[in-house]
């Protein structure tokens, strides 16, 4: 079935790092690709997505590319600030139809040290 | 609009016992999802509601798992018989889906904080 694998954590960088979170799907047919971050305490939030191949999904400084070539989502800011900690999930939905079962990942733990 | 509300927010219970949560979700909403989270894993998808319709309940862990959504707007999740096993986040999410069937795209899911349930 439909799945993703995202890089395993944690993932600690330095304040002004450059951060990658790698994001391999299996799919058939056509997904959406999304990043969603979940703060401490708080629910999962939409971070940026993507509809099809090429399309960039980009937000507060985050950016994910949808790779049909190499069913990937990578998701890459260029300067990460210390508010940026969170656990990251990225995830895919329907090919087809509606997300009616969207399928997340493991989701990567991110620290960010001052 | 507040955004997904749930209850309560954690719950300890013993096992056995049946405990039940409920989610508000955002009103113009027209789907509700009910995923679980363990520990260091991604949301798994549980069941979801169009409306007050129940189109996929297959993915319910077991028939102690049932979800209810009476009046298209809020919904409760009922586990009966708690196991140790079923301590996990459960999370709700809503939606404006699509009635029209064939994929629109990525209608964005929204999500409450949760609902964290302890079973001793």
């Known amino acids: 079935g439909d799945s993703v694998t995202q890089m395993e954590g944690p993932v600690t960088l330095s304040e002004e790092a450059f951060l990658t979170i790698n994001c391999t799907y299996t799919?058939?047919?056509?997904?959406?690709l999304f990043w969603y971050v979940q703060y401490p305490g708080e629910g999962l939030q939409l971070l940026l997505k993507?509809?099809?191949?090429?399309d960039k999904g980009s937000n507060k400084g985050f950016e994910a590319t949808y790779r049909k070539e190499t069913t990937s989502f990578h998701l890459e800011k260029g300067s990460v600030q210390v508010s940026d900690s969170a656990v990251y999930f990225c995830?895919?939905?329907?090919?087809?139809?509606?997300?009616?079962?969207?399928?997340f990942g493991a989701g990567t733990r991110l620290t960010v040290k001052p | 609009d507040t955004g997904v509300s749930q209850d309560p927010r954690h719950k300890i219970t013993k096992r056995g016992q049946n405990v039940t949560f409920r989610c508000d979700p955002i009103?113009?909403?027209?789907?509700l999802y009910w995923y679980r989270q363990t520990l260091g894993q991604g949301p798994e998808f549980l069941t979801y509601?169009?409306?007050?319709?129940?189109?996929?309940k297959s993915r319910l862990l077991s028939d102690r798992f049932s979800a209810e959504r009476p009046k298209g707007s809020f919904s409760t999740l009922e586990i009966q018989r708690t196991e140790q096993g079923d301590s996990a986040m459960y999370l709700c999410?809503?939606?404006?889906?699509?009635?029209?069937?064939?994929?629109?795209?990525?209608?964005?899911?929204?999500f409450g904080a949760g609902s964290r349930l302890t079973v001793l």
């Open positions: 799919a058939t047919g056509y997904p959406s």
């Open positions: 995830a895919l939905s329907g090919s087809f139809w509606d997300n009616n079962d969207m399928r």
């Open positions: 009103s113009e909403h027209n789907r």
């Open positions: 993507a509809t099809k191949a090429d």
């Open positions: 999410a809503s939606s404006l889906g699509s009635t029209k069937g064939i994929g629109s795209g990525a209608n964005v899911l929204t």
């Open positions: 509601f169009q409306n007050e319709a129940q189109l996929e």
